[in-house]
């Protein structure tokens, strides 16, 4: 079994300014790693994934992640964020293996972009 | 439509009553998930279909959860018998291939029951 935690709750940042969404996972098997984000009234949205190769992954919307195995992290970053930033944002694992299929989610980080 | 599409959006139950959530993923999507999302968590699994298959049920949190795609596009989940308990949204996604991740979610249905 698998399990994610998002440490922060919450997260207020100005506008333009750089921002860090902490994640850090638990597994006992090789991991695929994702982050999705869901915006007010809409369903959510993948913005990266890690499957393999290189650790530092790039999305939609200018976010990266950086895997750290050693650190059992998958932390998001954006190095300056806009008011339609603010959203929910999602970080969850499956494992590599049978079964890879089924998520498993934090409980989510509100991002509030302050203007 | 383009998106995975759910309803009702919203829906009121009164403790006991049967419910049933619609899904309609996108097209050709083999891949139909369940997703059970409590106030103030992040989603957790329910059940996954391929095509008409129900592969694995194993979150499901009761048998009065009960799940169907008879011809592998559209889904309903049923609850009977609710709980306060219950009360949640519930997420339908729908992908093309099951294991890479990418989901596409709808919007949820969100069942209150008092």
């Known amino acids: 079994a698998q399990s994610v935690t998002q440490l922060d709750s919450q997260v207020p940042v100005f506008e333009e300014a750089p921002v860090e969404l902490r994640c850090n996972y638990s597994s006992s098997v090789s991991v695929y790693l994702f982050w999705y984000v869901q915006y007010p009234n809409q369903g959510l949205q993948l913005l990266l994934k890690y499957l393999s190769g290189s650790t530092l992954v790039k999305g939609i919307n200018g976010f990266e992640a950086e895997f750290n195995k050693s650190q059992t992290s998958f932390h998001l970053r954006k190095p300056s964020v806009h008011i339609s930033d603010t959203a929910e944002y999602f970080c969850a694992v499956s494992h590599s293996g049978a079964g890879s299929y089924q998520l498993t989610f934090g409980k989510g980080t509100k991002l509030s972009v302050i203007p | 439509g383009a998106g995975v599409s759910q309803s009702p959006r919203y829906k009121v139950a009164k403790r006991g009553q049967d419910v049933a959530l619609r899904c309609d993923p996108i097209s050709g999507h083999v891949s139909l998930f369940w997703y059970q999302q409590a106030l103030g968590q992040g989603p957790e699994f329910l059940t996954y279909f391929q095509n008409e298959a129900q592969l694995d049920k194993s979150g499901l949190p009761s048998d009065r959860f009960f799940a169907e795609r008879p011809e592998g596009s559209v889904s309903t989940l049923k609850i009977q018998r609710t709980q306060q308990e219950d009360s949640a949204v519930y997420l339908c996604?729908?992908?093309?291939?099951?294991?890479?991740?990418?989901?596409?979610f709808g919007e949820g249905s969100r069942l209150t029951v008092l």
């Open positions: 996604a729908s992908s093309k291939r099951a294991r890479d991740g990418e989901l596409f």
